[in-house]
Protein backbone atom coordinates (compact mmCIF):
# COMPACT_ATOMS: atom_id res chain seq x y z
CA UNK A 1 0.00 0.00 0.00
CA UNK A 2 0.96 3.41 -0.70
CA UNK A 3 1.84 5.18 2.27
CA UNK A 4 3.96 8.05 3.64
CA UNK A 5 5.91 8.02 7.36
CA UNK A 6 7.46 11.04 8.90
CA UNK A 7 9.43 10.10 12.10
CA UNK A 8 9.24 13.08 13.91
CA UNK A 9 6.15 14.43 15.20
CA UNK A 10 7.76 16.90 16.93
CA UNK A 11 11.27 18.94 16.75
CA UNK A 12 12.21 21.69 18.63
CA UNK A 13 15.45 23.42 16.90
CA UNK A 14 17.08 27.32 18.36
CA UNK A 15 16.78 29.93 15.67
CA UNK A 16 20.13 30.26 13.55
CA UNK A 17 20.56 26.21 13.76
CA UNK A 18 19.87 23.68 10.66
CA UNK A 19 16.86 21.91 9.99
CA UNK A 20 16.44 18.19 8.59
CA UNK A 21 12.89 17.01 8.70
CA UNK A 22 12.95 13.31 7.25
CA UNK A 23 10.35 11.53 5.01
CA UNK A 24 10.40 8.62 3.69
CA UNK A 25 8.04 6.98 0.91
CA UNK A 26 6.48 3.67 0.03
CA UNK A 27 5.35 3.92 -3.68
CA UNK A 28 5.21 1.03 -6.63
CA UNK A 29 7.29 3.52 -8.71
CA UNK A 30 8.58 6.89 -8.02
CA UNK A 31 6.23 9.28 -7.67
CA UNK A 32 5.85 12.95 -7.33
CA UNK A 33 6.63 14.12 -3.83
CA UNK A 34 5.73 17.88 -1.87
CA UNK A 35 6.56 19.07 0.90
CA UNK A 36 4.03 21.58 2.28
CA UNK A 37 3.95 23.99 5.40
CA UNK A 38 0.84 24.83 7.41
CA UNK A 39 0.71 27.66 9.65
CA UNK A 40 -1.42 27.77 12.68
CA UNK A 41 -5.03 29.08 10.82
CA UNK A 42 -3.42 28.82 7.40
CA UNK A 43 -4.06 26.65 4.54
CA UNK A 44 -1.10 24.35 3.13
CA UNK A 45 1.52 26.06 1.58
CA UNK A 46 3.60 24.44 -1.09
CA UNK A 47 7.20 24.77 -0.02
CA UNK A 48 8.73 22.95 -3.02
CA UNK A 49 8.08 19.45 -5.12
CA UNK A 50 9.84 16.92 -7.05
CA UNK A 51 8.71 15.30 -10.10
CA UNK A 52 12.31 14.41 -12.16
CA UNK A 53 15.61 15.77 -13.24
CA UNK A 54 18.29 16.71 -10.59
CA UNK A 55 17.43 15.27 -7.28
CA UNK A 56 18.38 18.33 -5.29
CA UNK A 57 15.01 20.69 -5.39
CA UNK A 58 15.22 24.57 -4.42
CA UNK A 59 12.01 26.00 -2.45
CA UNK A 60 10.46 29.02 -0.93
CA UNK A 61 11.70 30.60 2.27
CA UNK A 62 15.27 28.45 1.98
CA UNK A 63 13.93 25.22 2.15
CA UNK A 64 15.70 22.45 -0.10
CA UNK A 65 14.61 18.93 -0.19
CA UNK A 66 17.11 15.57 -1.63
CA UNK A 67 15.29 12.80 -3.00
CA UNK A 68 17.11 9.51 -2.55
CA UNK A 69 15.30 6.61 -4.79
CA UNK A 70 17.66 4.41 -3.37
CA UNK A 71 16.21 5.14 0.28
CA UNK A 72 12.89 5.95 -0.79
CA UNK A 73 13.27 9.44 0.73
CA UNK A 74 12.90 13.21 0.45
CA UNK A 75 14.29 14.91 3.28
CA UNK A 76 13.60 18.48 3.74
CA UNK A 77 16.23 20.84 4.73
CA UNK A 78 17.52 24.26 6.00
CA UNK A 79 20.94 25.71 6.43
CA UNK A 80 19.38 28.66 9.31
CA UNK A 81 15.65 28.50 10.90
CA UNK A 82 13.86 31.20 11.52
CA UNK A 83 11.66 31.66 14.30
CA UNK A 84 8.86 32.31 11.29
CA UNK A 85 9.35 28.73 10.26
CA UNK A 86 7.41 27.15 13.18
CA UNK A 87 4.81 25.16 11.84
CA UNK A 88 3.41 21.89 10.84
CA UNK A 89 5.00 20.73 7.82
CA UNK A 90 3.85 17.68 5.57
CA UNK A 91 5.52 15.50 3.13
CA UNK A 92 3.32 14.08 0.27
CA UNK A 93 3.50 12.06 -2.32
CA UNK A 94 1.11 11.92 -5.61
CA UNK A 95 1.31 9.44 -8.63
CA UNK A 96 2.51 10.99 -11.98
CA UNK A 97 0.12 12.09 -13.23
CA UNK A 98 -2.66 13.24 -10.95
CA UNK A 99 -3.38 15.31 -8.14
CA UNK A 100 -4.48 12.30 -5.34
CA UNK A 101 -2.30 13.33 -2.43
CA UNK A 102 -0.92 11.13 0.20
CA UNK A 103 0.02 13.15 3.13
CA UNK A 104 2.40 11.95 5.94
CA UNK A 105 1.29 12.62 9.36
CA UNK A 106 3.60 15.79 9.88
CA UNK A 107 6.21 17.22 11.81
CA UNK A 108 5.35 19.65 14.19
CA UNK A 109 8.34 22.52 14.03
CA UNK A 110 9.15 24.60 17.09
CA UNK A 111 12.01 27.28 17.11
CA UNK A 112 13.45 28.61 20.31
CA UNK A 113 14.96 32.53 20.17
CA UNK B 1 -0.27 33.25 -4.88
CA UNK B 2 -3.74 32.32 -5.78
CA UNK B 3 -6.09 32.22 -2.52
CA UNK B 4 -8.74 29.22 -1.67
CA UNK B 5 -11.00 30.55 0.90
CA UNK B 6 -12.95 28.15 3.55
CA UNK B 7 -16.28 29.04 4.94
CA UNK B 8 -16.95 28.76 7.90
CA UNK B 9 -13.47 28.31 10.07
CA UNK B 10 -15.50 26.38 12.55
CA UNK B 11 -18.99 25.43 13.24
CA UNK B 12 -20.82 23.39 15.44
CA UNK B 13 -23.97 21.56 15.65
CA UNK B 14 -26.14 18.97 16.91
CA UNK B 15 -25.88 15.53 16.12
CA UNK B 16 -28.54 14.74 12.96
CA UNK B 17 -28.48 18.14 11.44
CA UNK B 18 -26.66 19.02 8.37
CA UNK B 19 -23.96 20.96 7.99
CA UNK B 20 -22.71 23.00 4.75
CA UNK B 21 -18.69 24.27 3.30
CA UNK B 22 -18.00 25.69 1.12
CA UNK B 23 -14.51 26.14 -0.40
CA UNK B 24 -13.99 29.09 -2.79
CA UNK B 25 -11.04 29.73 -4.95
CA UNK B 26 -10.91 33.73 -4.88
CA UNK B 27 -8.80 34.70 -7.98
CA UNK B 28 -8.30 31.51 -10.06
CA UNK B 29 -10.92 29.39 -11.77
CA UNK B 30 -10.41 25.88 -10.43
CA UNK B 31 -12.42 22.97 -12.47
CA UNK B 32 -10.86 20.22 -9.96
CA UNK B 33 -11.37 20.77 -6.43
CA UNK B 34 -9.86 18.46 -3.44
CA UNK B 35 -11.53 17.54 -0.20
CA UNK B 36 -9.62 15.78 2.73
CA UNK B 37 -10.33 15.66 6.42
CA UNK B 38 -7.93 15.55 9.13
CA UNK B 39 -8.01 13.92 12.70
CA UNK B 40 -5.65 15.02 15.31
CA UNK B 41 -2.44 14.37 15.14
CA UNK B 42 -3.42 12.35 12.04
CA UNK B 43 -2.62 12.89 7.84
CA UNK B 44 -4.60 15.08 5.66
CA UNK B 45 -6.53 11.70 4.19
CA UNK B 46 -8.01 12.67 0.86
CA UNK B 47 -12.12 11.64 1.16
CA UNK B 48 -13.59 13.48 -2.66
CA UNK B 49 -12.66 14.67 -5.79
CA UNK B 50 -14.72 16.93 -7.05
CA UNK B 51 -15.31 18.27 -10.74
CA UNK B 52 -16.70 21.27 -11.90
CA UNK B 53 -20.25 19.93 -13.86
CA UNK B 54 -20.10 16.70 -12.74
CA UNK B 55 -20.22 13.93 -10.05
CA UNK B 56 -17.41 13.76 -7.44
CA UNK B 57 -15.58 10.75 -7.07
CA UNK B 58 -15.09 9.63 -3.67
CA UNK B 59 -12.25 7.45 -2.10
CA UNK B 60 -13.06 3.65 -0.72
CA UNK B 61 -15.09 3.91 2.30
CA UNK B 62 -15.93 7.62 2.22
CA UNK B 63 -20.27 7.43 2.24
CA UNK B 64 -20.77 9.80 -0.80
CA UNK B 65 -24.68 9.86 0.64
CA UNK B 66 -23.52 11.49 3.96
CA UNK B 67 -20.69 13.66 2.70
CA UNK B 68 -22.60 15.24 -0.15
CA UNK B 69 -20.35 17.52 -2.58
CA UNK B 70 -21.49 20.34 -5.30
CA UNK B 71 -19.37 22.10 -7.62
CA UNK B 72 -21.77 24.08 -9.53
CA UNK B 73 -19.11 26.43 -10.67
CA UNK B 74 -15.56 26.57 -11.53
CA UNK B 75 -15.02 28.87 -8.56
CA UNK B 76 -17.09 26.88 -5.61
CA UNK B 77 -17.25 23.23 -4.17
CA UNK B 78 -19.48 22.78 -1.44
CA UNK B 79 -19.11 19.36 0.92
CA UNK B 80 -22.42 18.95 2.92
CA UNK B 81 -22.32 16.73 5.82
CA UNK B 82 -25.96 15.04 6.36
CA UNK B 83 -26.94 13.74 9.29
CA UNK B 84 -23.83 14.38 11.59
CA UNK B 85 -22.77 12.54 14.13
CA UNK B 86 -20.13 12.92 16.93
CA UNK B 87 -18.00 11.11 14.93
CA UNK B 88 -17.84 13.46 11.45
CA UNK B 89 -16.57 15.97 14.20
CA UNK B 90 -12.71 16.41 12.55
CA UNK B 91 -10.82 19.34 10.37
CA UNK B 92 -12.23 19.43 6.86
CA UNK B 93 -9.55 21.05 4.40
CA UNK B 94 -10.30 21.69 0.14
CA UNK B 95 -7.65 22.06 -2.45
CA UNK B 96 -8.32 23.53 -5.94
CA UNK B 97 -6.04 23.25 -8.72
CA UNK B 98 -6.03 25.96 -11.54
CA UNK B 99 -7.39 25.41 -14.39
CA UNK B 100 -5.38 25.82 -17.01
CA UNK B 101 -2.68 23.73 -15.12
CA UNK B 102 -1.73 20.18 -15.68
CA UNK B 103 -2.37 17.14 -12.91
CA UNK B 104 0.85 17.18 -10.85
CA UNK B 105 0.90 21.51 -10.27
CA UNK B 106 0.48 23.24 -7.36
CA UNK B 107 -2.71 22.45 -5.41
CA UNK B 108 -3.71 25.48 -3.15
CA UNK B 109 -5.58 24.78 0.13
CA UNK B 110 -8.08 26.79 2.01
CA UNK B 111 -7.39 27.29 5.68
CA UNK B 112 -9.65 24.14 6.58
CA UNK B 113 -13.32 24.22 8.25
CA UNK B 114 -13.37 22.49 12.14
CA UNK B 115 -16.59 20.65 12.35
CA UNK B 116 -18.08 19.66 16.05
CA UNK B 117 -21.09 17.64 16.35
CA UNK B 118 -22.79 17.40 20.21
Known amino acids: AQSVTQPDIHITVSEGASLELRCNYS??????LFWYVQSPGQGLQLLLK??????LVQGIKGFEAEFKRSQSSFNLRKPSVHWSDAAEYFC???????????FGTGTRLQVFP | GAVVSQHPSRVICKSGTSVKIECRSL??????MFWYRQFPKQSLMLMAT?????????EQGVEKDKFLINHASLTLSTLTVTSAHPEDSSFYIC??????????????FGEGSRLTVL
Open chain 2, 95 to 108: SARERTRRSGGELF
Open chain 1, 92 to 102: AVAARGTDKLI
Open chain 1, 27 to 32: YGATPY
Open chain 1, 50 to 55: YFSGDT
Open chain 2, 50 to 58: SNEGSKATY
Open chain 2, 27 to 32: DFQATT
